[in-house]
Protein backbone atom coordinates (compact mmCIF):
# COMPACT_ATOMS: atom_id res chain seq x y z
CA UNK A 1 0.00 0.00 0.00
CA UNK A 2 1.48 3.04 -0.94
CA UNK A 3 2.06 5.81 1.67
CA UNK A 4 0.38 8.99 0.99
CA UNK A 5 2.14 12.62 1.17
CA UNK A 6 0.69 13.57 4.57
CA UNK A 7 1.66 10.42 6.06
CA UNK A 8 5.39 10.64 4.29
CA UNK A 9 5.76 14.28 5.88
CA UNK A 10 4.78 12.90 9.33
CA UNK A 11 7.35 10.46 9.07
CA UNK A 12 9.41 13.18 7.65
CA UNK A 13 9.01 15.62 10.19
CA UNK A 14 9.32 12.99 13.25
CA UNK A 15 12.57 11.32 11.66
CA UNK A 16 14.54 13.19 8.93
CA UNK A 17 17.31 15.97 9.84
CA UNK A 18 17.49 18.39 7.39
CA UNK A 19 20.24 20.49 6.71
CA UNK A 20 20.63 23.78 8.57
CA UNK A 21 17.35 22.90 10.09
CA UNK A 22 16.76 22.32 13.65
CA UNK A 23 15.01 18.79 14.69
CA UNK A 24 12.16 18.81 14.86
CA UNK A 25 11.83 21.05 11.96
CA UNK A 26 9.72 24.34 12.09
CA UNK A 27 9.00 23.88 8.33
CA UNK A 28 7.64 21.45 6.81
CA UNK A 29 9.63 20.85 3.20
CA UNK A 30 7.97 20.19 -0.05
CA UNK A 31 7.37 16.69 -1.33
CA UNK A 32 8.65 16.01 -4.30
CA UNK A 33 7.57 12.57 -6.24
CA UNK A 34 9.32 13.59 -9.65
CA UNK A 35 12.24 15.23 -11.16
CA UNK A 36 12.26 16.13 -15.40
CA UNK A 37 14.86 18.58 -17.26
CA UNK A 38 14.58 21.61 -15.55
CA UNK A 39 11.18 20.82 -12.91
CA UNK A 40 10.55 19.47 -9.78
CA UNK A 41 7.15 18.12 -9.55
CA UNK A 42 5.21 18.08 -6.22
CA UNK A 43 3.24 15.46 -4.37
CA UNK A 44 0.48 18.07 -4.92
CA UNK A 45 0.52 18.15 -8.15
CA UNK A 46 2.99 21.64 -9.17
CA UNK A 47 5.47 21.78 -10.96
CA UNK A 48 8.63 24.08 -10.20
CA UNK A 49 11.54 25.25 -12.44
CA UNK A 50 14.53 24.48 -10.17
CA UNK A 51 16.86 27.27 -9.75
CA UNK A 52 19.24 26.15 -7.66
CA UNK A 53 20.43 22.92 -10.00
CA UNK A 54 19.96 20.59 -6.62
CA UNK A 55 22.98 22.80 -4.93
CA UNK A 56 24.83 23.57 -8.05
CA UNK A 57 25.54 20.04 -9.26
CA UNK A 58 22.55 19.14 -11.86
CA UNK A 59 23.80 20.93 -14.72
CA UNK A 60 22.04 19.00 -17.23
CA UNK A 61 18.97 18.57 -15.47
CA UNK A 62 17.06 15.76 -14.30
CA UNK A 63 16.57 12.48 -15.94
CA UNK A 64 19.16 13.02 -18.66
CA UNK A 65 19.21 10.33 -21.09
CA UNK A 66 22.91 9.86 -21.26
CA UNK A 67 23.46 9.70 -17.55
CA UNK A 68 20.83 7.48 -17.26
CA UNK A 69 22.10 5.25 -19.39
CA UNK A 70 25.68 5.35 -17.80
CA UNK A 71 24.10 4.74 -14.59
CA UNK A 72 22.36 1.09 -15.71
CA UNK A 73 25.02 0.08 -17.71
CA UNK A 74 27.36 0.34 -14.87
CA UNK A 75 25.33 -1.18 -12.37
CA UNK A 76 25.19 -3.84 -14.90
CA UNK A 77 28.62 -4.59 -14.94
CA UNK A 78 29.82 -3.64 -11.46
CA UNK A 79 28.66 -1.01 -8.78
CA UNK A 80 31.78 -1.34 -6.10
CA UNK A 81 34.59 -2.56 -5.75
CA UNK A 82 37.52 -1.40 -3.16
CA UNK A 83 40.43 0.98 -4.50
CA UNK A 84 42.81 -0.26 -2.38
CA UNK A 85 45.04 -2.93 -4.45
CA UNK A 86 42.08 -2.96 -6.99
CA UNK A 87 41.33 -0.47 -10.05
CA UNK A 88 39.10 -0.35 -13.16
CA UNK A 89 38.57 1.52 -16.33
CA UNK A 90 35.60 4.11 -15.02
CA UNK A 91 37.99 6.00 -12.69
CA UNK A 92 41.06 5.27 -14.73
CA UNK A 93 39.20 7.15 -17.49
CA UNK A 94 37.85 9.75 -15.10
CA UNK A 95 41.23 10.94 -13.78
CA UNK A 96 42.36 11.17 -17.37
CA UNK A 97 39.76 13.14 -18.39
CA UNK A 98 40.08 15.19 -15.58
CA UNK A 99 43.95 16.20 -15.91
CA UNK A 100 43.19 16.68 -19.49
CA UNK A 101 40.05 19.49 -18.85
CA UNK A 102 41.80 21.16 -15.79
CA UNK A 103 44.62 23.92 -15.86
CA UNK A 104 47.63 22.89 -17.08
CA UNK A 105 50.20 21.40 -14.17
CA UNK A 106 48.06 19.04 -12.31
CA UNK A 107 48.66 15.53 -12.74
CA UNK A 108 47.07 13.49 -10.15
CA UNK A 109 44.11 12.86 -8.84
CA UNK A 110 42.76 11.48 -5.60
CA UNK A 111 39.22 11.20 -5.71
CA UNK A 112 37.17 11.68 -2.54
CA UNK A 113 33.49 11.65 -0.90
CA UNK A 114 32.48 15.13 -1.01
CA UNK A 115 33.61 18.58 -1.73
CA UNK A 116 34.32 18.92 2.45
CA UNK A 117 36.42 15.75 2.23
CA UNK A 118 38.24 17.17 -1.03
CA UNK A 119 38.92 20.13 1.31
CA UNK A 120 40.29 18.01 3.85
CA UNK A 121 42.51 15.67 1.33
CA UNK A 122 43.63 18.98 -0.10
CA UNK A 123 44.64 20.11 3.32
CA UNK A 124 46.51 17.47 4.25
CA UNK A 125 48.43 17.17 0.98
CA UNK A 126 50.03 20.50 1.86
CA UNK A 127 50.57 19.55 5.20
CA UNK A 128 52.62 16.78 4.11
CA UNK A 129 53.84 17.95 1.46
CA UNK A 130 55.87 20.75 4.21
CA UNK A 131 56.48 17.79 6.73
CA UNK A 132 58.10 15.82 3.85
CA UNK A 133 60.38 19.31 3.18
CA UNK A 134 61.27 19.15 6.81
CA UNK A 135 59.16 22.11 7.82
CA UNK A 136 56.63 20.90 10.02
CA UNK A 137 56.28 24.59 11.37
CA UNK A 138 53.98 24.81 8.36
CA UNK A 139 50.96 23.83 9.64
CA UNK A 140 48.49 27.10 9.78
CA UNK A 141 46.19 27.92 6.23
CA UNK A 142 45.87 31.20 5.35
CA UNK A 143 42.34 32.62 3.26
CA UNK A 144 40.58 35.97 2.77
CA UNK A 145 37.19 36.14 4.57
CA UNK A 146 33.71 35.80 3.00
CA UNK A 147 34.34 32.47 2.07
CA UNK A 148 32.80 29.04 2.17
CA UNK A 149 34.67 25.56 2.17
CA UNK A 150 32.42 23.14 3.33
CA UNK A 151 30.89 21.93 6.94
CA UNK A 152 33.64 19.40 7.97
CA UNK A 153 36.16 20.60 10.26
CA UNK A 154 38.81 21.62 8.28
CA UNK A 155 37.28 23.14 5.81
CA UNK A 156 35.18 25.17 8.73
CA UNK A 157 38.29 26.66 9.94
CA UNK A 158 38.71 28.63 6.40
CA UNK A 159 35.39 29.56 6.38
CA UNK A 160 34.31 33.13 7.28
CA UNK A 161 34.96 33.18 10.79
CA UNK A 162 32.02 35.54 11.68
CA UNK A 163 29.46 35.89 8.83
CA UNK A 164 28.52 32.06 8.83
CA UNK A 165 27.21 29.48 11.53
CA UNK A 166 30.86 27.90 11.86
CA UNK A 167 31.38 30.93 14.40
CA UNK A 168 29.98 28.70 16.52
CA UNK A 169 33.33 26.67 16.87
CA UNK A 170 35.38 28.73 17.91
CA UNK A 171 38.21 27.59 20.52
CA UNK A 172 37.23 24.24 18.76
CA UNK A 173 39.14 24.54 15.15
CA UNK A 174 42.30 25.39 14.03
CA UNK A 175 42.61 28.61 14.07
CA UNK A 176 43.61 29.94 10.52
CA UNK A 177 44.93 33.52 9.24
CA UNK A 178 42.28 35.88 7.74
CA UNK A 179 42.65 38.65 5.51
CA UNK A 180 39.86 40.80 4.33
CA UNK A 181 37.60 39.46 1.78
CA UNK A 182 38.83 40.79 -1.80
CA UNK A 183 37.43 43.84 -3.42
CA UNK A 184 33.92 43.36 -4.83
CA UNK A 185 33.68 43.20 -9.09
CA UNK A 186 34.40 40.77 -11.71
CA UNK A 187 35.45 43.41 -13.67
CA UNK A 188 37.03 46.07 -11.01
CA UNK A 189 40.54 46.46 -11.55
CA UNK A 190 42.73 45.01 -9.04
CA UNK A 191 43.79 47.54 -6.00
CA UNK A 192 47.37 47.59 -5.41
CA UNK A 193 46.86 47.97 -1.88
CA UNK A 194 44.97 45.27 -1.38
CA UNK A 195 47.85 43.14 -3.39
CA UNK A 196 50.07 44.61 -0.82
CA UNK A 197 47.88 43.25 2.14
CA UNK A 198 48.40 40.07 0.72
CA UNK A 199 52.06 40.38 0.22
CA UNK A 200 52.55 41.64 4.22
CA UNK A 201 49.87 39.01 5.69
CA UNK A 202 52.13 36.35 3.78
CA UNK A 203 55.55 37.72 4.99
CA UNK A 204 54.05 38.16 8.50
CA UNK A 205 53.47 34.13 8.18
CA UNK A 206 54.94 32.74 5.86
CA UNK A 207 57.28 30.00 8.78
CA UNK A 208 53.79 28.92 9.91
CA UNK A 209 51.89 28.86 6.35
CA UNK A 210 51.48 25.54 4.61
CA UNK A 211 49.27 27.17 2.20
CA UNK A 212 46.61 29.61 0.85
CA UNK A 213 43.40 28.34 0.08
CA UNK A 214 40.30 30.25 -1.76
CA UNK A 215 37.40 30.17 -4.13
CA UNK A 216 38.76 31.44 -7.33
CA UNK A 217 36.53 34.44 -8.70
CA UNK A 218 33.38 33.60 -6.93
CA UNK A 219 32.82 33.53 -3.14
CA UNK A 220 29.57 31.25 -3.06
CA UNK A 221 27.89 30.26 0.31
CA UNK A 222 29.70 33.23 2.17
CA UNK A 223 28.18 35.65 0.31
CA UNK A 224 28.27 35.10 -3.97
CA UNK A 225 30.75 37.68 -4.06
CA UNK A 226 32.73 38.22 -7.05
CA UNK A 227 36.20 39.38 -7.62
CA UNK A 228 38.57 40.28 -10.26
CA UNK A 229 40.90 36.90 -11.77
CA UNK A 230 43.93 39.70 -10.64
CA UNK A 231 43.81 38.85 -7.61
CA UNK A 232 44.45 35.22 -8.06
CA UNK A 233 47.35 36.06 -10.18
CA UNK A 234 48.63 38.39 -7.21
CA UNK A 235 48.14 35.02 -5.07
CA UNK A 236 50.06 32.93 -7.08
CA UNK A 237 53.12 34.82 -7.96
CA UNK A 238 52.80 35.98 -3.81
CA UNK A 239 52.96 31.96 -2.66
CA UNK A 240 55.86 31.61 -4.76
CA UNK A 241 57.71 34.33 -3.62
CA UNK A 242 56.98 32.86 0.12
CA UNK A 243 57.05 29.48 -0.55
CA UNK A 244 53.40 28.76 0.33
CA UNK A 245 50.90 26.04 -1.44
CA UNK A 246 48.23 27.93 -3.55
CA UNK A 247 44.86 26.02 -3.30
CA UNK A 248 41.96 26.44 -5.50
CA UNK A 249 38.38 25.28 -4.33
CA UNK A 250 36.58 25.03 -7.61
CA UNK A 251 33.78 23.15 -5.89
CA UNK A 252 30.98 25.46 -7.00
CA UNK A 253 32.73 27.22 -9.55
CA UNK A 254 34.31 24.15 -11.99
CA UNK A 255 32.90 22.93 -15.39
CA UNK A 256 31.56 25.98 -16.40
CA UNK A 257 29.65 27.49 -13.91
CA UNK A 258 31.80 30.96 -14.50
CA UNK A 259 31.85 30.88 -17.98
CA UNK A 260 34.75 29.38 -18.09
CA UNK A 261 35.28 25.34 -17.56
CA UNK A 262 37.29 26.36 -14.55
CA UNK A 263 37.40 29.55 -12.77
CA UNK A 264 40.58 29.87 -12.56
CA UNK A 265 41.14 30.26 -16.63
CA UNK A 266 39.87 33.62 -16.73
CA UNK A 267 43.52 34.35 -14.48
CA UNK A 268 45.24 31.74 -16.78
CA UNK A 269 46.87 30.41 -13.60
CA UNK A 270 47.43 26.83 -11.61
CA UNK A 271 47.09 26.24 -7.93
CA UNK A 272 49.55 23.58 -6.73
CA UNK A 273 46.29 21.84 -5.41
CA UNK A 274 42.43 22.33 -7.08
CA UNK A 275 39.09 20.72 -5.65
CA UNK A 276 36.17 19.67 -7.67
CA UNK A 277 32.88 18.27 -6.56
CA UNK A 278 29.19 19.36 -6.98
CA UNK A 279 28.61 19.43 -11.15
CA UNK A 280 31.00 16.51 -11.64
CA UNK A 281 28.49 13.60 -11.98
CA UNK A 282 25.98 16.19 -13.40
CA UNK A 283 24.14 16.15 -9.81
CA UNK A 284 23.26 12.42 -9.52
CA UNK A 285 26.04 10.72 -7.28
CA UNK A 286 28.43 12.68 -4.73
CA UNK A 287 31.63 13.01 -5.74
CA UNK A 288 34.75 14.98 -5.90
CA UNK A 289 38.27 15.33 -6.41
CA UNK A 290 41.26 17.10 -5.51
CA UNK A 291 44.16 17.35 -8.08
CA UNK A 292 48.23 18.02 -7.35
CA UNK A 293 51.10 18.71 -9.56
CA UNK A 294 53.85 16.42 -9.44
CA UNK A 295 55.78 18.34 -6.96
CA UNK A 296 53.49 18.01 -4.57
CA UNK A 297 52.91 14.18 -4.97
CA UNK A 298 56.73 13.45 -5.16
CA UNK A 299 57.54 15.62 -2.05
CA UNK A 300 54.82 13.62 -0.08
CA UNK A 301 56.38 10.26 -1.55
CA UNK A 302 59.68 11.48 -0.06
CA UNK A 303 58.36 11.51 3.27
CA UNK A 304 58.86 9.80 6.26
CA UNK A 305 55.10 8.51 6.11
CA UNK A 306 55.32 7.85 1.97
CA UNK A 307 51.92 7.79 1.38
CA UNK A 308 48.64 9.98 1.61
CA UNK A 309 47.38 9.47 4.43
CA UNK A 310 43.75 9.60 3.50
CA UNK A 311 41.20 6.28 2.00
CA UNK A 312 37.98 6.59 1.79
CA UNK A 313 35.86 3.10 1.47
CA UNK A 314 33.75 4.21 -1.62
CA UNK A 315 36.69 5.79 -3.29
CA UNK A 316 36.46 5.60 -7.16
CA UNK A 317 33.23 3.89 -6.98
CA UNK A 318 32.15 2.65 -10.43
CA UNK A 319 28.86 3.62 -10.51
CA UNK A 320 29.45 7.11 -9.79
CA UNK A 321 32.91 7.34 -12.13
CA UNK A 322 30.66 6.23 -15.20
CA UNK A 323 28.26 9.05 -14.03
CA UNK A 324 31.10 11.34 -14.09
CA UNK A 325 32.33 10.41 -17.38
CA UNK A 326 28.67 10.58 -18.73
CA UNK A 327 28.69 14.15 -17.58
CA UNK A 328 31.91 14.92 -18.82
CA UNK A 329 31.29 13.77 -22.08
CA UNK A 330 28.47 16.27 -22.39
CA UNK A 331 30.59 19.08 -22.03
CA UNK A 332 33.38 17.84 -24.17
CA UNK A 333 31.75 19.57 -27.29
CA UNK A 334 31.66 23.11 -25.71
CA UNK A 335 27.68 23.35 -26.00
CA UNK A 336 27.59 24.47 -22.60
CA UNK A 337 29.51 28.16 -23.76
CA UNK A 338 26.70 28.66 -25.61
CA UNK A 339 24.12 27.89 -23.50
CA UNK A 340 26.31 29.46 -20.15
CA UNK A 341 26.26 32.76 -22.27
CA UNK A 342 22.54 32.75 -23.14
CA UNK A 343 21.52 32.04 -19.29
CA UNK A 344 23.95 35.15 -18.14
CA UNK A 345 22.30 37.22 -20.84
CA UNK A 346 18.75 35.93 -19.69
CA UNK A 347 20.34 36.38 -16.23
CA UNK A 348 21.62 40.41 -16.69
CA UNK A 349 18.40 41.05 -18.77
CA UNK A 350 15.33 40.02 -16.09
CA UNK A 351 16.88 40.58 -13.31
CA UNK A 352 17.69 44.71 -14.97
CA UNK A 353 14.35 45.95 -13.18
CA UNK A 354 15.37 44.83 -9.55
CA UNK A 355 18.10 47.78 -9.46
CA UNK A 356 14.91 50.12 -9.22
CA UNK A 357 13.35 48.13 -6.25
CA UNK A 358 13.43 49.42 -2.75
CA UNK A 359 15.72 47.50 -0.60
CA UNK A 360 17.58 45.47 -3.17
CA UNK A 361 21.28 46.85 -2.72
CA UNK A 362 23.18 45.08 -5.87
CA UNK A 363 22.52 43.19 -8.92
CA UNK A 364 25.31 40.89 -9.98
CA UNK A 365 25.32 38.04 -13.09
CA UNK A 366 28.57 36.25 -13.88
CA UNK A 367 27.73 33.14 -16.29
CA UNK A 368 24.91 31.02 -15.06
CA UNK A 369 24.52 33.11 -11.41
CA UNK A 370 22.24 35.92 -10.78
CA UNK A 371 22.52 37.39 -7.52
CA UNK A 372 20.47 39.96 -5.95
CA UNK A 373 21.30 41.81 -2.61
CA UNK A 374 19.11 42.42 -0.15
CA UNK A 375 19.76 45.37 2.36
CA UNK A 376 17.70 42.38 4.66
CA UNK A 377 17.62 39.31 6.20
CA UNK A 378 15.36 37.22 3.62
CA UNK A 379 12.35 35.87 5.43
CA UNK A 380 12.64 32.12 4.09
CA UNK A 381 9.12 31.30 5.10
CA UNK A 382 7.53 34.15 2.85
CA UNK A 383 10.80 33.59 -0.24
CA UNK A 384 9.61 30.19 -0.19
CA UNK A 385 5.81 31.06 -0.68
CA UNK A 386 6.39 33.89 -3.07
CA UNK A 387 8.72 32.02 -5.12
CA UNK A 388 6.83 28.65 -5.24
CA UNK A 389 3.58 30.94 -6.59
CA UNK A 390 5.68 32.10 -9.27
CA UNK A 391 6.43 28.28 -10.02
CA UNK A 392 10.08 28.37 -9.13
CA UNK A 393 12.20 26.65 -7.11
CA UNK A 394 15.15 28.98 -5.19
CA UNK A 395 16.80 28.64 -2.27
CA UNK A 396 17.70 32.44 -0.31
CA UNK A 397 19.54 32.63 2.55
CA UNK A 398 20.88 35.83 4.39
CA UNK A 399 20.10 38.49 2.45
CA UNK A 400 20.45 37.03 -0.76
CA UNK A 401 18.03 36.00 -3.41
CA UNK A 402 19.89 33.68 -6.24
CA UNK A 403 20.00 31.48 -8.76
CA UNK A 404 21.92 28.59 -10.56
CA UNK A 405 19.96 27.22 -12.34
CA UNK A 406 21.37 24.06 -15.05
CA UNK A 407 23.08 24.85 -18.33
CA UNK A 408 19.55 23.42 -19.91
CA UNK A 409 16.66 25.75 -18.96
CA UNK A 410 15.48 27.51 -21.74
CA UNK A 411 14.36 30.96 -22.25
CA UNK A 412 10.90 30.80 -21.20
CA UNK A 413 11.72 29.14 -18.20
CA UNK A 414 14.82 31.05 -17.42
CA UNK A 415 11.92 33.74 -17.33
CA UNK A 416 9.96 32.56 -14.60
CA UNK A 417 13.27 32.12 -12.16
CA UNK A 418 13.98 35.52 -12.79
CA UNK A 419 10.12 36.28 -12.35
CA UNK A 420 10.47 34.64 -8.76
CA UNK A 421 13.29 36.43 -7.70
CA UNK A 422 12.08 40.11 -8.41
CA UNK A 423 9.00 38.71 -6.31
CA UNK A 424 11.08 37.56 -3.81
CA UNK A 425 13.10 40.55 -3.33
CA UNK A 426 9.91 42.40 -3.24
CA UNK A 427 7.75 40.65 -0.37
CA UNK A 428 10.34 38.99 1.47
Request: glycine share 10%.
Amino acid sequence: METSAADLLALDAAHVWHPYAPMPGRVAPLLVTEASGVRLRLADGRELVDGMSSWWAAIHGYRHPVLDAALTGQAGRMSHVMFGGLTHEPAITLAKTLVDLTPEGLEHVFLCDSGSVSIEVAVKMCLQYQRSRGRTAKRRLLTWRGGYHGDTFTPMSVCDPDGGMHSLWRGVLPEQVFVPEPPAGFATPPEQSYVDTLDAALAEHAEELAAVIVEPVVQGAGGMRFHHPGYLRALRELTRKHDVLLVFDEIATGFGRTGRMFAAEHAGVTPDVLCLGKALTGGYLTMAAALCTPEVAEAITRGELPVLAHGPTFMGNPLVSAVANASLGLLADGAWEADVARIEAGLRRGLAPARDLPGVRDVRVLGAIGVLQLDHEVDLGVATEVVTAKGAWLRPFRDLVYAMPPYVTGDDDLAVITGAMLAAAEKA
